[in-house]
């Protein structure tokens, strides 16, 4: 049973071009959550989703940010217009229901 | 008053220590805990999970939780310096919640 599968692992891009992060969670598991962290610091929660749902979204940004985790394929995380300040390790778990969460290896964005 | 709070420490322990580490929550919708541990550019890794209050035990590592106090503990016994790591603390109601993290670097 593979684990949570997170690519790419790690993704350049320019400011001002859009950056797709993708997340496919363990099998089975129908929860997502998706997380910001910069570098010596913790980790901050953005948006948790479930199959077609996006329950809390209270942690990401209103502008640019925007997450979905279709019936089919992996979940996204899609950031458009990037900016320097949106550089920071993104990371994904997921979970059945009420059991643990487990963790991706994360991508590390880098906006030059 | 943030949701859940843990001591971003550097915490700096002799090997062979037992290392103690905390965390408070507020919200009692919480109803299931874990410990990560996450290395420098890695993964967070689940070390320990459970859902009741008392004590749950695996190998050197010991999870309580305290519901009445809203506490829960992390108690790594015999600590070696592979232990260095930051450890976090989670709990998942609506949503998975994670503390800070504590920074801890065992001495050789």
């Known amino acids: 049973n593979a684990g949570v599968m997170q690519n790419p692992r790690h993704l350049v891009r320019r400011r001002g071009q859009e950056a797709r992060l993708r997340c496919s969670p363990m099998k089975g598991h129908s929860h997502v959550y998706w997380y910001r962290q910069l570098p010596e610091e913790g980790l901050k929660f953005m948006v948790y989703l479930q199959k077609e749902n996006i329950i809390d979204e209270s942690g990401m940004p209103k502008e640019r940010f925007s997450a979905e985790f279709p019936k089919e394929g992996p979940s996204i995380l899609r950031i458009q217009q990037v900016v320097r300040g949106d550089s920071a390790a993104y990371f994904c778990?997921?979970?059945?229901?009420?059991?643990?969460?487990?963790f991706g290896q994360g991508t590390r964005l880098t906006v030059v | 008053q943030k949701e859940v709070e843990q001591d971003p420490g550097p915490l700096s322990v002799p090997e062979g220590a037992i290392v103690s580490l905390n965390c408070t929550y507020s919200?009692?919708?919480?109803?299931?805990f874990m410990w990560y541990r996450q290395y420098s550019r890695k993964g967070p890794e689940l070390l320990m999970y459970t859902y009741s209050s008392g004590n749950k035990e695996d190998g050197r590592f010991t999870a309580q939780v305290d519901k009445s106090s809203k506490y829960i503990s992390l108690f790594i016994r015999d600590s070696q310096p592979s232990d260095s790591a930051t450890y976090l603390c989670a709990m998942k109601g609506i949503g998975l919640i994670f503390g800070t993290g504590t920074l801890l670097a065992v001495q050789p």
């Open positions: 778990a997921s979970s059945r229901s009420d059991t643990e969460a487990f």
């Open positions: 919200n009692s919708a919480f109803q299931y």
